[in-house]
């Protein structure tokens, strides 16, 4: 059972910037993804990372969001700058492999306000 621990989240101003990060012994083998779930909306991708390092975005991150992965320590980053209030959210980590096995972090929560 891979246990997700995220880290990083908190409360910015609008414009400003938050650096998230998901760890879990063994991630560097994982596609890692982050998702977001507002209330009452449904859990969406924003970003998520194979383990060679290859990236994809949603469109309303494009430009403003980053994912990274430093596998020798098993930890993958979501940078977020140029936050909005639309991006108030939780935030989930998510593990996949091609086996099929997949899992979750808590979550942690995100707030833009000024």
């Known amino acids: 059972q891979m246990q997700l621990v995220e880290s990083g989240g908190g409360l910015v101003q609008p414009g400003g910037s938050l650096r998230l990060s998901c760890a879990a012994s063994?991630?560097?083998?994982?596609?890692v993804g982050w998702y977001r779930q507002a209330p009452e909306r449904q859990r969406e991708l924003v970003a998520d990372?194979?383990?060679?390092?290859?990236?994809d975005y949603a469109d309303f991150v494009q430009g403003r969001f980053a994912i990274s992965r430093d596998n020798a320590n098993d930890t993958v980053y979501l940078q977020m700058d140029k936050l909005k209030v639309e991006d108030t959210a939780v935030y989930y980590c998510?593990?996949?492999?091609?086996?099929?096995?997949?899992?979750w972090g808590k979550g942690i929560q995100v707030t833009v306000s000024s």
């Open positions: 998510n593990a996949r492999i091609i086996s099929g096995f997949t899992y």
């Open positions: 063994g991630l560097k083998f994982y596609t």
């Open positions: 990372i194979a383990p060679g390092g290859g990236a």
